[in-house]
């Protein structure tokens, strides 16, 4: 990497993440969708004045609002900062011209990313101080396609997305990201670890054709209580799959609540060389597709998780709330963060399994 960086301030910012990890547990924002849908916009309200003729249906496509509604992303922005929020991510997780084309956007994803970053970076510079720094997290989602799994049961070797195909698409959305100011690459709720390869292979990629980087950060989703994910590995396993990618920080999100995710969190703490991210859902979704969760009852947890040594970066995922994150930052508060481990010499293979051969002291 001999390229330098030239927008404004984002080694000086990058730098100093990095120095906060090592100091204290780093708060992350939480849920976007939930804050969107207290909203209860319509078609119309998706639309906005620039969309009013589109020829598709948009209503749930909360990316289009980086562009149709910018007031409503910036004022998410600034209530997670307002609560304590040290990081917040983009309003990226869908902008990728695999995901748009269920809306017939896909010509709009690099757009939807510059812009999505533009909106968090402007929130982060109003709410940052002299001494406190505010980070944008550039968010990359998984798609809706997974190249690991057939989507017809009767046809196991049927894919609906190639490698190459999601390279493209991560690759695109990415390169918004870094031109909008983000400081990291977030490429989160990790179902498929192919997936999830193919987004470290596009973002790497990306680095060495702009001669710089920006740090990867990397978040995977167990999908239930067996503690595998979507691709059937273990969360050690999926960590020996992408550790080569040597990430700022590792973690999982969404699909649980802090109860029934703590020790997969614990499993991933205590392999992961890296800091270690934790941003659960608000619980288990209830009967009326909601989330039980309280920010008292979850801080309660994730202040443990902090007190236990777990965690060195802390959030909400699905069902939280600018409320939630503030509860999470006072549970937080003066905690140290978790001492990363030192990995020891060795041989380290997964499948759906781990597989470790260390190496004998001599």
């Excluded at 870094?178 to 990629?205: M, P, Q």
């Excluded at 006072?330 to 030192?342: C, H, L, N, T, W």
Aim: hydrophobic residues 40%; aromatic residues 8%; charged residues 20%.
């Amino acid at each position: 990497m001999a390229g330098v960086d030239p927008f404004p301030g984002r080694p000086e910012r990058i730098a100093a993440l990095k120095n906060a990890l090592g100091e204290r547990i780093v708060v992350l924002d939480g849920a976007s969708g939930t804050f969107i849908q207290s909203y209860n916009l319509d078609e119309a309200g998706y639309r906005g004045a620039r969309f009013a003729d589109w020829s598709s249906d948009v209503r749930g496509n909360n990316d289009l609002l980086i562009l149709s509604r910018p007031e409503i992303v910036t004022e998410m922005h600034r209530a997670y900062f307002a609560a304590g929020a040290d990081m917040i991510e983009t309003n990226t997780f869908s902008s990728t011209t695999i995901a748009q084309a269920d809306y017939a956007m896909e010509a709009l994803a690099y757009e939807m990313n510059v812009e999505g970053a533009r909106l968090a970076r402007a929130a982060a510079d109003a709410a940052a101080q002299p001494s406190h720094a505010k980070w944008v997290a550039g968010a990359i989602g998984p798609t809706n396609r997974t190249a690991s799994i057939s989507p017809d049961v009767n046809d196991p070797g049927k894919r609906n997305v190639d490698f190459d195909t999601l390279v493209a698409s991560y690759g695109e959305a990415a390169r918004g990201l870094v031109e909008g100011g983000a400081d990291t690459i977030l490429i989160e709720t990790i179902f498929d670890t192919l997936n999830a390869k193919a987004a470290i292979y596009a973002v790497r990629s990306v680095f060495d054709e702009i001669g710089f980087e920006l740090p990867i950060m990397l978040s995977v989703t167990i999908t239930d209580q067996s503690g595998r994910t979507l691709s059937g590995q273990t969360p050690e396993a999926f960590w020996h799959s992408v550790g080569h990618a040597r990430p700022i920080s590792v973690g999982i999100n969404c699909a649980l609540g802090p109860d029934l995710m703590r020790p997969f969190v614990a499993e991933l703490s205590r392999v992961a060389d890296c800091a270690l991210s934790a941003y659960p859902n608000a619980g288990l979704p209830n009967a009326f597709g909601g989330y039980d969760e309280t920010p008292s009852s979850m801080a309660a947890h994730l202040g443990e998780w902090a007190k236990s040594g777990l965690i060195n970066i802390v959030g909400g995922c699905c069902g939280t709330t600018p409320d939630h994150i503030a509860a999470f930052a006072r549970a937080v508060k003066g905690v140290s963060p978790r001492e990363i481990p030192v990995a020891k010499e060795g041989l380290r293979l997964s499948g759906l399994e781990p597989f470790t051969i260390l190496r004998e002291a001599s």
